[in-house]
Every structure is written in structure tokens, then in C-alpha cells.
């Protein structure tokens, strides 16, 4: 899996680094708070490889990866300069 590269599509299916507020993982999930929720485009998410689900809960816009997850947070923190 190429982590930078499903980062980069990530972040820009977001809404870019300027939607999103802050970004945690957990053991299999991208944890988005997002400015505008309305701004994600969760077809494309959904359907980029890597990526096994949506979740939205709890005010959070939640991205299941998987166990390889850790290796794109790292790069979504490279990519948005994101300081959690």
C-alpha cells in the first residue's frame, strides 16, 4: 500500500487541511473533526484502496483503514503539518 499516496487523496476528499480541525487514529480508524462535514466526499473515499468503510459518529468523520492505519496517520501529519 502506498501510505503517502492514500494520504495526499485523503486529505483532499476531506476538504484539505484547512477543513479539518484535528486528526487522531485508533487501532484501525482515521478520526477526523471536521470544519464542514459537507465538504468530504465519501463515495470517493469509500471507493479509494485501502480504505474499508465510513464511519460518522460522535461529531467525528471516522475512516476505517485497517491494521496499516498508523502508517498513514504519520503521513497525514507529514502532508497537514496537524499538531494534535
Given amino acids: 500500500m502506498d501510505y503517502q499516496k492514500?494520504?495526499?487523496d485523503i486529505l483532499r476528499l476531506?476538504?484539505?487541511s484547512d477543513n479539518v480541525?484535528?486528526?487522531t487514529n485508533c487501532l484501525?480508524?482515521?478520526r477526523f473533526n471536521l470544519k464542514d462535514e459537507s465538504k468530504a466526499d465519501d463515495a470517493a473515499i469509500e471507493a479509494?484502496?485501502?480504505v474499508s468503510g465510513i464511519v460518522k459518529k460522535g461529531g467525528q468523520y471516522q475512516i476505517?483503514?485497517?491494521n496499516d492505519?498508523?502508517?498513514v496517520y504519520e503521513e497525514l501529519n507529514k502532508l497537514g503539518k496537524?499538531?494534535?
Fill in 21 to 23: 480541525v484535528a486528526v
Fill in 6 to 8: 492514500l494520504s495526499k
Fill in 14 to 16: 476531506v476538504g484539505g
Fill in 64 to 66: 476505517i483503514i485497517g
Fill in 82 to 84: 496537524f499538531s494534535n
Fill in 48 to 50: 479509494l484502496e485501502g
Fill in 28 to 30: 484501525t480508524r482515521l
Fill in 69 to 71: 492505519v498508523g502508517y
